[in-house]
């Protein structure tokens, strides 16, 4: 069994145990069952392991060092755990050989209890086999501005060969599709490290080269919600890729038409609406039959067709689009939405735009999809700015798995409306601090990506 899965295990068991200590007595017999089974198996753990330690960083749990991914599966007892330690302001939670059941008992019983109940508890009673590390909110905050560095390195590297990818099929010059695949490889990597710290680059939106920062983009969210579902590595993969690749066709496109600022004719609208099929051909050229091509053309041919069986190009009704169609065609529509285009000067609000989406699934998007896609941007995505009640505004630099209504922001104006370099607030630990409404930072001047880049 892998680290990953022992990891995963070990905290769904202990979900259990802290579940039924809040319901039941000590003594109880669910309590007894639970509290043998989490024992026996962190007993057999740390017969290899000397030391069980779970960290909590920033939104994440890592197990022996090695991280835990949010899943659908196990996903309630991870969750769990992470906003228990959080609550409790514990860093980390160490378990030693020599544990037995009771101290494991005794000490989830004050476990479930809060902070101040926890902390008095704690002191009081002697554990010899658990150990507790506090964090500080000095250094959990501080972090968030450092080791970006290389995750924006991956992004520039990705977009300059999202670019060339792009210019040499439309010039008709060859690929290197070895360079594409070593991207998306960076990318999966990067996502792992720091998931928000991607999500956040796809803010940026550049107006004269449109296309490639959407195509990236597209890629970059399609292998977020495809690794919030569960997709392993492999498929990750040919998701990424077919996410960069939906709009390929548009190479063959006229530029005149792409960027055109008045409403096309209906005739116009057909040549764009060829992108679809030009996109299977472009890549057909490229990738040849392989597995990895033959996904991302069907991506290509189907990334607009909706859910209820409506769409380009034409198709039965029942005829139903792939997982990763599925996909692309929820992340393609976001970032188009948030993203200004020549037609579409002033983009949706970030937090509008996934009101879009919510409204149309089931006729244009696939409902769990998009449910999953939306718990992971949290209500005020990345990106997004607030007007606060104190008369500050902040920018959303990353969501709190919890409260996804209650982001991590950085103040960048002031009370007299002045740019500032302002600090940085959890909004779920801060009392007092309200949302007022989101807004167009633009308004100042200012481009929300700047703060990323
Ligand atoms: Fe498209
Ligand atoms: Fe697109």
Redesign the pocket.
Known sequence: MSIYESGKNMTSLYYALIKAVQVYDLNNDVVQRAAKKFFSYINSLLNIYSRIILVRYRDYIFFNKQRLRFEIDGYASLQFIHDKLKKLNIKSLIFSSGIDKNEIVTFTSIFKEEKETFLKQFSEKKFNHINIEFSTTEEELSDYLHDGERIKRTYFRALKTTKDLMHNLGTGQPVDIRSSKRVIYNLIDALFQDEFGLLALTTLKNFDEYTYN??LN?GILSLTLGQRIGLDKKNLVKLGISGIL??IGKVIIPKALIYKSQRLTDEEWETLKQHSYYGVKQILKAYGLDELGLISMIVAYE?HWNYDGSGYPAHRQNQKPILFSKIVRIC?SY??MTTPRTYVPIPYLPHLALKVLWKRRNTFFDPILVKVFTQLLGQYPIGSCLELSNGEIGLVIRQNQSNSDLPIIKIVINKDEEKIDGIIIDLSVQNGLKIVRPIYLQKYGINPASYFV
């Open positions: 959407h195509s597209v939906h709009d990334h393609d970032d188009a």
